[in-house]
Antibody
């Protein structure tokens, strides 16, 4: 069974940093692209960042470019999201999601999410 | 950026009735479209990918159709567990984008 377990969320002040982790199991991690998707409280879904199976290719939504960095460690079956210069509008539940191929496509499955709150 | 819109915003349906949800893309996404279901407090779940292919374990009452810019998710006979929010998502072009969602609630 595929499992994705996010961690690293919490309360951070504006301008601060957090690193999210997503530990994967139940599949050959190095064969699949991964993404982070977020959902602000009471709002819809927003794709944030994706990384190819090898880690060579990365993709970001415009609002996080230059502030967030996605990476992966295939030896640890873990994908990361380093978030710097955090703003109030980054407050959201952050989901880790697996793609169905080495390059990003649809999201399946999703982790349970980790809450990031940016507030002073 | 492909802007995704969904209609209606809320759909009130009685159990056993048919529900038809629409999704529109601002430019063609070919058949690179997925549908997700999200219940309160839960992560989204994939229902449909490639516009019309049911994901593993998804009941046959869920079906998807469409291509290019117009897509439909149909739930043939609503069960109690189907009341939720449904999102469409395109993966044709970067950035990947979601529609705002359609909430299906009990009439």
């Amino acid at each position: 069974e595929v499992q994705l377990l996010e961690s690293g969320g919490g309360l951070v002040q504006p301008g601060g940093s957090l690193r999210l982790s997503c530990a994967a199991s139940g599949f050959t991690f190095s064969s699949y692209a991964m993404s982070w998707v977020r959902q602000a409280p009471g709002k819809g879904l927003e794709w944030v960042s994706a990384i190819s199976h090898s880690g060579i290719s990365t993709f970001y939504t415009d609002s996080v470019k230059g502030r967030f960095t996605i990476s992966r460690d295939n030896s640890k079956s873990t994908v990361y999201l380093q978030m710097n210069s955090l703003r109030a509008d980054d407050t959201a539940v952050y989901y880790c999601a697996k793609h169905n191929s080495p390059v990003p496509n649809w999201f399946d499955p999703w982790g349970q999410g980790t809450l990031v709150t940016v507030s002073s | 950026e492909r802007v995704m819109t969904q209609s209606p915003a809320t759909l009130s349906v009685s159990p056993g009735e048919r529900a038809t949800l629409s999704c529109r893309a601002s430019q063609s996404v070919s058949s690179n479209l997925a549908w997700y279901q999200q219940k309160p407090g839960q992560a989204p779940r994939l229902l449909i990918y490639d516009a019309s292919t049911r994901a593993t374990g998804i009941p046959a009452r869920f079906s998807g159709s469409g291509s290019e810019t117009e897509f439909t998710l149909t739930i043939s006979s609503l069960q109690s567990e189907d009341f939720a929010v449904y999102y469409c998502q395109q993966y044709s072009n970067w950035p990947f984008t979601f529609g705002p969602g359609t909430k299906v609630d009990i009439k």
